[in-house]
């Protein structure tokens, strides 16, 4: 059972381009949801997507976007990359419904602005 | 808002000593608490949780937390350090349930890198 993947696993872009990371989740959940962990820090809530909605959101300005797809798979998209975004982007996944399930994280795309 | 604090940026304990990293929360309501272990270049991987019942959680490689309400605490614990334990410990919060999806998002602390010497 594959866990939690997700891609590119590095990646460096220049200041103002736009990235676009992938994450497709842990097999039968359908909640996605994304963190941005900068260096020497704790992991802090971006977004997350439930039924192809973005269901909660933390404190992030609108660059940052996303989608999820009927599969459940989900895609971040940063635009106009600042130097601040470099960082460790981690997709956790987990299940909606049920018990108070755990979220299930992936290795994380490293990326650098430069 | 919830948070937690994790006072200890390190802690450092000899193998085969017992060790203790420590957690405190801030939730309203009813705390639902977790705690993550990431290795170097690697995401984060879930220990254990407490959302209700027994004090003492007992989690994956043989940690343990002890939740405490009257102190707020959640710290985690195992009885013999392994060099292998030596890891960056997260403590996290979760907000409360909702059956409509979503509401599972997780607070995290700012870690306490963990290091077992021989």
């Known amino acids: 059972d594959a866990g939690v993947t997700q891609s590119p696993t590095h990646l460096i872009k220049t200041r103002g381009q736009q990235v676009t990371l992938r994450c497709s989740p842990k097999?039968?959940?359908?909640?996605v949801s994304w963190y941005q962990q900068a260096l020497g820090q704790g992991p802090q809530f971006i977004f997350q997507y439930y039924e192809e909605e973005e269901r909660q959101r933390g404190n992030f300005p609108d660059r940052f976007s996303g989608h999820q797809f009927p599969n459940y798979s989900s895609e971040l998209n940063v635009n106009a990359l600042l130097l601040g975004d470099s960082a460790l982007y981690l997709c956790?996944?987990?299940?909606?419904?049920?018990?108070?399930?755990?979220?299930?994280f992936g290795p994380g795309t490293r990326l650098t602005v430069l | 808002a919830q948070s937690v604090a994790q006072p200890e940026d390190q802690v450092n304990v000899a193998e085969g000593n017992p060790l203790t990293v420590k957690c405190t929360y801030s939730?309203?309501?009813?705390?639902?608490l977790f705690w993550y272990v990431q290795y170097p270049n690697r995401g984060l991987q879930f220990l254990l949780k407490y959302i209700t019942g027994d004090n003492l959680v007992k989690g994956s490689y043989g940690f343990e937390a002890e939740f405490n309400k009257s102190q707020t605490s959640f710290h985690l614990k195992k009885p013999s350090a392994l060099v292998s334990d030596s890891a960056l410990y997260f403590c996290a919060v979760r907000d409360p349930y909702r059956f409509t999806g979503g509401g599972n998002k997780l607070t995290f602390g700012t870690g306490t890198q963990l290091k077992v010497e021989l």
């Open positions: 956790a996944s987990s299940l909606a419904s049920g018990s108070f399930n755990e979220q299930f």
């Open positions: 097999s039968g959940h359908d909640t």
């Open positions: 939730v309203s309501g009813n705390p639902y």
